[in-house]
């Protein structure tokens, strides 16, 4: 699996949700810089990110409601994968946190869109190939000063990015005989991004594991749960690197989406 970078974890509790854009491009050198990182950062052999240089206005166009608008969004990044490889969603949404993530280290503000956009317009500016589907989208550009209603009822603007307790969201070896490297693991995992802010990630902790599963079998907003918990999955193993500790990922048969095991 392709290396993540340490400075992501720091990255995770300035990343927000950002759908206003200032009306400029973004500069040459970074839109370079994220470019090659989309074309490198390859987890998974069946998902891979595209950077659109240019206004996705046509694909942001179904957004509606408190969702947000996209707006002045000078280009965009698409996350594909092939529709039939198992556990497409989770893959997809390990790799686009870590695009999104990366996209926040440069400076450039972002937005998880994984419903609620126009797919078939997405995926002919990316040039598909045969049997791949766009999972989500992003827009990408240096977000605006100012926030609008809807990004400050998304994001829980000045409220630690309004997350459910740990105590909620987890089972198994009690939370005081946690290791350091769980714990700094399920805080980094707690403030992953997902639709509506929903959150339906729930874990087993065991002794060298840590469990992620769905809270229930209900898609809703039109997005699976899987791609939340795809994102979750990337926090968590960043939290765990930044705490001294590596493991890998087996994935697993719903309603559990995969174990981290040291």
């Known amino acids: 699996m392709t290396i993540l970078n340490r400075e992501w974890y720091q990255t995770i509790a300035r990343r927000r ?3 206003l854009y200032e009306a400029r491009p973004v500069a040459p050198a970074t839109l ?3 470019d090659r990182f ?17 206004p996705g206005d046509e694909v942001f166009r179904g957004i509606l409601g408190h969702y947000g608008k996209i ?17 497409l969603y989770e ?21 998880w869109v994984g419903g609620f956009f126009r797919p078939e317009v997405a995926a002919r500016l990316v040039g598909t190939r045969p049997g791949e589907k766009v999972v989500a989208v992003t827009p990408v550009g240096y977000a605006t000063g100012r926030w609008s ?15 459910k307790p740990l ?33 339906p990630w729930r874990f087993e902790v065991g002794k060298n594991t840590i469990t ?13 749960k899987r791609l939340d918990c795809g994102i979750a999955m990337l926090h968590l193993e960043l939290g765990a690197l930044a705490a001294g500790v590596t493991g890998t990922w087996k994935f697993l048969p719903s309603p559990r989406v995969a174990r981290f095991t040291l």
């Open 212 to 224: 992620v599963a769905v809270d229930n079998l209900h898609d809703t907003y039109n997005i699976p």
């Open 32 to 34: 370079e810089q994220l």
């Open 167 to 199: 105590a909620e969201l987890a089972t198994g070896l009690d939370q005081s005989c946690w290791p350091n490297w769980v714990k700094v693991a399920m805080e980094a995992a707690r403030l992953a991004p997902s639709a509506m802010n929903r959150q």
């Open 38 to 54: 989309c074309r490198e950062f390859k987890p998974f052999p069946a998902a891979r990110a595209v950077l659109v240089p240019a």
């Open 149 to 163: 209603a809807e990004e400050k009822l998304m994001t829980g603007f000045g409220r630690n990015h309004r997350r």
């Open 91 to 111: 893959r997809v949404g390990y790799l686009g946190e870590g695009v999104i993530l990366e996209a926040t280290r440069l400076g450039l503000g972002t937005c």
């Open 17 to 19: 949700s950002r759908r």
């Open 71 to 87: 707006k002045g969004a000078p280009a965009f990044i698409a996350f594909l994968g092939e529709a039939e490889s198992p556990y």
